[in-house]
């Protein structure tokens, strides 16, 4: 085992199930799966970085690839449950109504990125909230970064509709 490579892993973990979440309809327990797997895949050899790109963009590939095979072996199941993730309030909870306010404006934000299309939805998640580069997006998602970049600007104009839309 590569133990720098788990090390690169376990520093990374945050950020991997959050993105694990993203791909698995903000499902916490399937996440937690996908995320094992990916981890078995790499720590055992069966999925190798080579370096092409860096080593959060080649996990995050990893994750996706493995959240979808994932879905697909569960979907036939009737397996699939989606559940919000638990996202933290502001740090001052003391202001109730702020602290309100902020979780119907999160829940509104994900109600309009669940309306977007899969993909729309993953560039936008891969460039706003894992500050990933539209290149380092299409690498994730495997595909040419034209696509990306059209799947990216019709995402944000559909997120500005739909955010429009919902008082």
């Not at 933290?88 to 003391?94: K, R, V």
């Not at 040419?144 to 008082?167: D, F, I, M, N």
Request: with cysteine; proline share 3%; net charge positive.
């Amino acid at each position: 085992m590569n133990t720098e490579l788990a090390h690169q892993l376990a520093l990374s973990h945050q950020e991997n199930y959050a993105w694990a979440l993203g791909c698995c309809g903000r499902d916490a327990r399937e996440a937690e799966e996908v995320l094992q797997a990916v981890y078995l895949k790499v720590l055992e050899g069966r999925a190798r970085f080579d370096g092409r790109s860096s080593l959060k963009t080649w996990v995050f590939a990893v994750i996706r690839r493995t959240a979808a095979q994932h879905r697909r072996l569960h979907m036939f199941a009737g397996l699939r449950m989606r559940a919000l993730a638990e996202v933290p309030e502001p740090p001052d909870p003391g202001d109730v109504e702020e602290a309100l306010e902020h979780r119907q404006r999160r829940d509104q934000l994900w109600r309009a990125l669940d309306r977007l299309s899969r993909r729309q939805r993953e560039v936008v998640l891969l460039v706003f909230y894992h500050e990933h580069t539209i290149e380092e997006a299409a690498t994730v998602m495997g595909i040419g970064v034209g696509s990306a970049r059209t799947h990216y600007e019709r995402g944000k104009a559909r997120l500005r509709e739909l955010l429009k839309e919902t008082p």
